[in-house]
């Protein structure tokens, strides 16, 4: 275990590495440096106060103590500074991430109870037509913009209905809602890996000796076939930290929430390239975490892991 | 994205359940699955293939399917709600937005194509370069690939669009770096499985050399895969677009395209809903109906 353990922190961490290496490589490929980029935003950039903020910010200095310096940074908590905002970027980002951190938290709940209630409810009912709509769901979420059923519900609970105002005014409505589309659109890969998962699970000949057994439905799902099912879906699970963010950002836009949408709209249309970066690295930092905490609880969850590769065991991500 | 990263995670999966999935010609069934599936209609594949056969001729031939103009507006028929002459009734500008959907159409494929091309250039070529030299290729391009996940393709759309020029090239590109890792996976797993079946293994022993055993028998039969990836990333791409052009970082304005013609509509929310509802239910049309067409290829074309 503790091999095991040592190994996914390794990997994590030389992902994390290379996540910064490939953006710092990306940004060097650009015809000129983040701040000249930044400033030719204006008009015509006067030199002197390009050179001037180049050397503030310390990109007129040789490439290699650049990357040093920068990565040395990362280890610190320090992703540089963002020229649109005159701060840190942690200190930007850090200004409105809770409201972010608020919309994408519940809608993750939301999104994990909803994908369980939907798979339950297809593997225990009967009928066939209900359980071939309840299939049908996650495909549909996923298909669907979140920005456009976001309008659709302003239009009607806003403007039609007049129970919800156009800016988010703390009431319950201006939460519940966007946590609701935003939740619905993220539930629909977990849904799909776990009904998946589930039918799997079902063909296997256990079943049949427990059902022999006559135990009933109800106690075989969720005692035995959910049990057994749930692996793959917590993998899942922390692959949907992308999909968190992107629809936050444009769940906030849509219903004029502050936030990281609002960062990152700033930090493209001013071509703020350090916040961006700093974004970026920020993101990838919590989605590599979120899947090494993941693949640490998966043996504890399925110990067949350790058993079958130990070295492979990263591939499963 | 969410598709193919469905099925990868599942079969990947250790336990009684990984393996190659066991195929339809198992157990006594003479008859060869290709030809058992060409006798019967698959109504799904042409149901969903005939409407976006239509969407398709929106992108080729915008002025078939209406007469009205996408750019300039009748000023005396401004936010006219939907009616027989205007299908999905006008904007703020007079113009019909039926038009400017059916003319959006080929700025929004074309973006998605190119984002499909870079991440099935770009993707297939990395898998299956992991597949086929081994040694330590594989796990240089498998990390590589893990970065590449590990950043939303969202960002990496973003810090694109970014560092260049909002606009449709560089957030096609963005967008299609965002799909390299989907495409690098399945590549690499469907060469890895094919190239382990025993028809392969013959046609090595029957004298061929790697490249042609690869050039005539493993990418033929991985192709089918990829394809059927190529029709549901498209999908995904024209969501991904139309989101990121509804941000403001594809076309300009007042090009038609269909993320833009919603960001458009926002503004008069309250006074005419048609304007963000009717195209944005062409968007999830097309969407799904790509799904359903990927899925029914790729059921088509397994063996």
Not at chain 1, 295 to 301: R, Y
């Amino acid at each position: 275990m503790a091999r095991y353990a040592l190994g996914r922190v390794g990997q994590a961490l030389i992902v994390i590495w290379l996540a910064y290496t490939v953006v710092f490589l990306s940004v060097q490929l650009l015809p000129s440096d983040p701040v000249t980029i930044f400033l030719s935003a204006d008009a015509a950039p006067d030199p002197a106060v390009v050179a001037a903020m180049q050397a503030q910010y310390g990109y007129d200095q040789p490439l290699i103590v650049q990357y040093l310096g920068q990565l040395a940074g990362l280890f610190v908590g320090d992703f540089g500074y963002a020229l649109s905002a005159g701060q840190t970027v942690v200190e930007r980002i850090g200004g409105v991430i809770g409201s972010t951190l608020e919309l994408a938290g519940w809608a993750f709940v939301f999104a994990v109870v909803l994908s369980f209630v939907l798979v339950s409810v297809a593997s225990l009912v009967k009928v066939r037509w209900v359980r071939a709509v309840l299939e049908a769901l996650p495909p549909l979420f996923s298909s669907v913009p979140v920005f456009w059923v976001g309008l659709i519900a302003l239009q009607v609970l806003s403007f039609q209905l007049g129970v919800m105002s156009i800016f988010p005014d703390g009431s319950f409505l201006s939460l519940t809602v966007p946590v609701v589309l935003l939740g619905a659109y993220v539930s629909a890969p977990i849904a799909q890996v776990l009904f998946k998962a589930i039918e799997q699970t079902y063909a296997q000949p256990f079943v049949d000796v427990l059902r022999a057994k006559g135990a009933s439905e109800t106690r075989i799902f969720f005692a035995h076939i959910l049990k057994n099912s749930v692996a793959p879906a917590f993998t899942v699970m922390a692959m949907a930290v992308g999909a968190l963010l992107a629809g936050s950002v444009i769940t906030e836009t849509v219903f004029s929430r502050s936030g990281l949408g609002q960062i990152v709209l700033q930090g493209v249309t001013a071509q703020d390239i350090p916040l961006v970066q700093g974004l970026v690295l920020i993101t990838a930092t919590a989605f590599v975490v979120f899947n090494l905490i993941v693949d640490l609880l998966h043996p504890l969850l399925d110990p067949r892991v350790l058993k079958a590769h130990p070295a492979a065991a990263g591939r499963t991500r | 994205m969410a598709l193919g990263i469905v099925e990868d995670v599942v079969a990947h999966q250790p336990g009684p359940t990984a393996g190659p999935a066991a195929g339809p010609h198992d157990a006594n069934d003479l008859e060869p699955a290709r030809a058992r599936r060409r006798r019967r209609v698959d109504w799904a594949l042409l149901l969903s293939g005939l409407p976006l056969l239509l969407i398709l001729g929106f992108a080729f031939f915008p002025g078939v399917f209406t007469s009205q103009d996408p750019l300039n507006g009748i000023a005396t028929q401004v936010m006219q709600g939907p009616s027989g002459e205007h299908w999905f009734g006008t904007d703020h500008l007079g113009r019909d937005v039926f038009a400017r959907v059916v003319y959006g159409t080929s700025q929004t494929f074309l973006t998605a194509g190119l984002a499909v091309l870079v991440g099935l250039v770009v993707g297939s070529a990395l898998g299956l370069a992991s597949a086929t030299l081994g040694r330590w290729v594989d796990p240089v391009i498998m990390r590589l690939i893990d970065v590449l996940l590990a950043i939303p393709s969202f960002l990496i759309a973003l810090i694109i669009v970014t560092a260049s020029e909002p606009g449709p090239i560089s957030l096609g590109i963005g967008v299609g770096i965002g799909s390299i890792a989907t495409f690098a996976r399945l590549t690499r797993t469907e060469v890895m499985r094919i190239r382990a079946l025993d028809y392969v293994e013959a046609a090595h022993l029957n004298g061929g050399n790697a490249w042609s055993v690869a050039r005539r028998h493993v990418v033929p039969n991985a192709a089918g895969q990829i394809l059927s990836l190529l029709v549901v990333d498209f999908g995904v791409a024209i969501l991904a677009i139309s989101s990121l052009g509804f941000l403001g970082f594809g076309a300009p304005p007042p090009t038609p395209e269909w993320g833009l013609i919603i960001a458009e509509g926002r503004q008069y929310l309250g006074a005419a809903w048609w304007m963000t509802t009717l195209p944005g239910l062409v968007i999830v049309l097309t969407v799904v109906l790509l799904g359903i067409f990927g899925r029914c290829v790729q059921k088509q074309l397994r063996f």
